[in-house]
């Protein structure tokens, strides 16, 4: 009887390590699915910053474009040596600066990326909530 109670011991300690070293795999598994999540959340975030940053820059080109327009035009008005302060020239180069055409189809396209921006946030959102469900379900039902 004792060989056999030792047996037994013996196989319910193999069990139990066994056990423990597959529920380490599952937590190790999960702990590698939040860290990549973060990660990836990360870089999303990142991207967003950098799109942010390129809308910026874009308008600070429009802004300097405009400028030398005007630098190029008083320089052209100097030569010809007639009065800076003309008013014509003035008012055309400030409404070709200022298309409207042009300023519609802009803004309307900033309102577009506007819009897809705030959406891509909330599907992030969202993504991220059922992601963290996801995983917690996971570990209610491995337990």
């Given at each position: ?6 047996l037994?011991?013996?196989a319910?300690?193999?069990?139990v ?5 597959q529920?380490?795999?599952e937590?190790s598994?999960l702990e590698?699915?939040?860290?990549t ?5 990360n870089i ?15 308008r600070?080109n429009?802004?300097r474009n405009g400028f030398e327009a ?9 030569m ?7 008013y014509?020239d003035g008012?055309h180069a400030a409404t070709?600066?200022?298309?409207l055409?042009?300023?519609i189809?802009?803004s309307s396209?900033?309102?577009?990326l ?11 959102n969202?993504?991220s ?6 995983i917690?379900?996971l570990?209610?039902?491995k337990d």
């Open positions: 009887m004792k060989t056999q109670e030792r037994f011991w013996m319910m300690a193999i069990l390590v066994l056990f423990a070293q529920k380490s795999s937590v598994n590698f699915l939040i860290s999540y973060e990660l990836e959340s999303q975030n990142s991207q967003m910053i950098d799109f942010s940053q390129q809308l910026n820059i874009n600070e429009s802004y005007g630098k190029t035009q008083a320089a052209i008005i100097l010809n040596e007639d009065s800076l302060y003309n014509t008012y070709s600066q200022f298309d055409s042009a300023q189809d802009q396209i900033n309102d577009t506007f819009d897809l921006l705030i959406d891509t946030w909330d599907m992030e969202n993504s909530q059922v992601y963290l469900e996801l917690s379900e570990i209610s039902e």
